[in-house]
């Protein structure tokens, strides 16, 4: 068990790759009442063709890793959450792009609960008879999705900004596409991503590092596991330019929906310089948007914007965008007026005061996140897949500069690279 003590942050992660391995991390928070633990794949929804070592390359329809994530908590016996329940523990699932993600938090049985979160995740249990079953249910979910004017905006930037890569479609799938998935391949999924040593366990909280580790340890020597080879995510190549400048989509609407946003030129980013981008502009785009700018206030007293508004920066190392927007009464004023207020900038920056105060602000966030176990659990697990290290963000936002703000601004606003997604009135 190796230990790892970040100074200026007080905190010591115990962390083990297990024979088998599974990566295996415990942070010790003594003052924590509640313990959080989750157990998390490799595997999201665009790794839908793929090859393992020594196989044969698969393409499976688009939707299965999240249809996998619901299967997952039904057993011979019933439902996984009853189980939880009575144990005085509350479990959820979820899966996003690049990873699925099981995890419980209690205040108690913490041990009992860690087995019974890693024992279901690994006894898997489909029959033909539950996988038709659960069609239905996804496929509900899907049409309830298909009419939230918020998703629907979210994911037309998406869509207009991709053109083959498989981050253009829903995670849940289609209606047609999960219609042809069974048993057979739902168990093909699972081998190839549910392998151990493609799974990370992290636990938080007011637990024993070496009683942790010592449970989890004992549960995998119980359990047979043949070494896995390397597992190839094939993608289609993704052209550089956005797919198309503008999506349109017709809802009920109180108020028009508008999401624009920029595609990077260049993906694949990995480790820290993946972090560092990520932290840059992050912090550019909140230089820039952010709700103490005076852009922001500008929009806000034009009611161009309502504190719906906002802005996050996606990315991995197969997709890197930005997503911008809100509610507005007028979506081409809106971007006309952005671009007006952007332009002044790309030729003088940011200035340094501007620039102190809002790394100081990311900094302050960064560590109020470090009282949240919620917070440290996803975001851990998020870096770790990606080669990065979470703890590691406090002394990189300190060293950004204001030249590489400055640097990220005139990289990223690139017009040639804007997709735009309205939602509005039939």
Not at 54 to 66: K, L, Q, R, W, Y
Not at 124 to 144: A, C, L, R, W
Not at 198 to 203: A, P, R, V
Not at 296 to 303: A, V
Request: with cysteine; charged share 25%.
């Amino acid at each position: 068990m190796e230990q790892i003590h970040y100074e200026r942050l007080q905190e010591t992660l115990y962390a083990e790759e297990l024979d088998n391995g599974l990566k295996v991390f415990v942070l010790p928070k003594p003052d924590f009442k509640k313990t959080y633990a989750t157990f998390a794949t490799n595997y999201g929804s665009i790794d839908n063709h793929f090859k393992v070592a020594g196989g044969e390359e698969i393409s499976v329809p688009d939707g299965i890793a999240h249809f996998l994530e619901h299967k997952m908590f039904e057993e011979p016996e019933g439902d996984i959450f009853a189980t939880f329940a009575s144990n005085g523990a509350s479990a959820n699932a979820f899966t996003s792009f690049e990873q699925t993600v099981y995890l419980f938090s209690a205040t108690e049985k913490i041990e009992t609960n860690l087995e019974t979160l890693i024992d279901f995740v690994q006894r898997p249990y489909f029959t033909d008879q539950n996988v038709e079953k659960e069609k239905g249910i996804i496929g509900q979910e899907i049409n309830m999705y298909a009419d939230n004017p918020d998703w629907r905006v979210y994911f037309g930037l998406i869509e207009a900004m991709y053109s083959v890569n498989p981050v253009r479609i829903d995670i849940a799938g289609t209606v047609e596409s999960i219609s042809t998935i069974t048993k057979e391949t739902l168990y093909t999924c699972y081998n190839a991503f549910y392998h151990p040593s493609n799974m990370l366990l992290f636990i938080v909280g007011g637990v024993d590092p070496q009683a942790v580790l010592d449970l989890v340890r004992s549960n995998q020597a119980r359990k047979a596991y043949e070494t896995q080879g390397e597992i190839d995510r094939i993608f289609a190549k993704e052209p550089v330019e956005v797919g198309q400048t503008r999506l349109e989509n017709k809802l009920p609407v109180s108020m028009p929906k508008c999401l624009f946003g920029f595609k990077e030129r260049e993906a694949g980013l990995t480790g820290k310089d993946a972090v560092r981008r990520d932290l840059t502009t992050k912090l550019m785009l909140d230089l820039l948007l952010g709700s103490s700018t005076s852009l922001y206030q500008k929009l806000y007293d034009e009611e161009l914007i309502t504190d719906s508004f906002g802005h996050e920066y996606n990315s991995s190392p197969q997709y890197a965008f930005s997503a911008i927007g809100g509610d507005t009464k007028d979506p081409e004023l809106l971007l006309k007026r952005i671009r007006e207020e952007i332009e002044p900038l790309l030729v003088s920056g940011f200035n340094e005061s501007d620039f102190i105060r809002a790394r100081n602000k990311k900094i302050g966030g960064y560590l109020r996140m470090l009282n949240s176990p919620e917070s440290i659990a996803h975001e851990f697990t998020r870096y770790q897949f990606r080669g990065g290290d979470f703890f590691d963000v406090l002394p990189q936002y300190e060293s950004i500069t204001l030249e590489e703000v400055n640097e990220r601004l005139l990289s990223h606003i690139d017009w040639n690279q804007l997709a735009v997604s309205v939602v509005v009135n039939p």
